[in-house]
């Protein structure tokens, strides 16, 4: 994760409203309020101002709001409000409680997002987090947020998109190499054409956005320690080294397959700077297990940068002022961060430095 907390970029960043049901207005007033504590760049939010009006109730969440109709004021008054774009209408919300009449606005906010930093208007996207099934219910085709960005992203014209999702920490950054299917099925999605693919858009994309100049990719092995030499399982064998051998001769800094069980402590996560899990839970466990509160979901191989809490909705405690910012603080942060890596890094090579 870049460090810097100082580091900005002169457009703003492009909060989405999420699931107005769960708890991301909570979670963006909390954020606004922290924007000093944390040296936050401006940021505006997509969405409706009867949201914060029905949050207000509750003691420490009335805030000044201020309603821009150019993200280009959000700079201008982030100091002493927090800047809000209006969705065209109007969100039946109730806190803690799904519903699929709020799913167009929804859906409205993150494309509206995506196409603001399209126009060069905003720096960059960051979601709040939405019930995917709720939008089912509304008419949403896509499995979840990363597959309709990358929907989104194709539009720009720049071909196809190949989304990799990472959870990112400054203990940990983790990608898995499957993600939302059944444990008895990942054997049979792992191929090595899936890996290269997959530690290609890393190795650019941690270059872009990331400012490491030669990542270190780790990548984990399947089976119980790494299939040991064919004994245990010989996907290591056959899949996963092949792979990493061709990705090493095109000077990708792969190193691999690890097993898995001894890849996470303190003294191995300082060999590399990411760590590619064959399935959801091996990637995942570590870091939710690391920094629960403080990661980060960051969306790999899109033309733009996009970050998000690493939670859901949480309707269990929506609308209770119990919620905690710091998933959202640290998606803002690195969001910002990512956005001036990326600057920097296209100004490189516009050099041909």
Known sequence: MPSSQSLQTSLP?????????????????????????????????????????????LDGFEI???????PE?????????LPVLELPQEVPAIAGKSDPSNGAMTILSISQAVELVKKGQAASVVTNPINKHV?????????????????LAEQWGKGSVRPVMMLASRQL??????????????????????????????S??????????????????????????????????????PALNTLKGEGINVSGPHPADTLFHAAARETYDVVIGMYHDQALIPIKTLSFDEGVNTTLGLPFVRTSPDHGTAYDIAGKGVARPTSLIEALKLANDMSHQSQIFDQSTEHGE
């Open 173 to 202: 950054r983790a990608v898995p190499l499957t993600i939302h299917i059944a444990l008895s099925q990942v054997a049979e999605h792992i191929t090595s054409a899936l890996i290269m693919e997959t530690a290609r858009i890393i």
């Open 204 to 241: 650019n994309d941690l270059t872009r956005f990331f400012g490491l100049k030669s990542p270190r990719i780790a990548v984990a092995g399947l089976n119980p320690h790494a299939g040991e030499n064919g004994t245990m399982g010989t996907a290591e064998i056959d899949i996963i080294e």
């Open 64 to 70: 000044p709001l201020e309603m821009i109709s150019s």
């Open 13 to 57: 960043i492009a909060l989405t409203m999420g699931d107005p049901a769960g708890i991301g207005t909570e979670i963006t007033v909390l954020a606004w309020k922290k924007r000093q504590q944390h040296k936050l760049a401006p940021f505006f939010v997509l969405s409706r101002k009867s949201l914060f009006e029905k949050l207000a109730i």
């Open 73 to 81: 004021h959000a700079n201008e008054v982030f100091s002493q409000a």
């Open 135 to 151: 939008l089912y219910e509304a008419g949403f085709e896509f499995p979840g947020h990363t597959e309709y960005l990358a929907k």
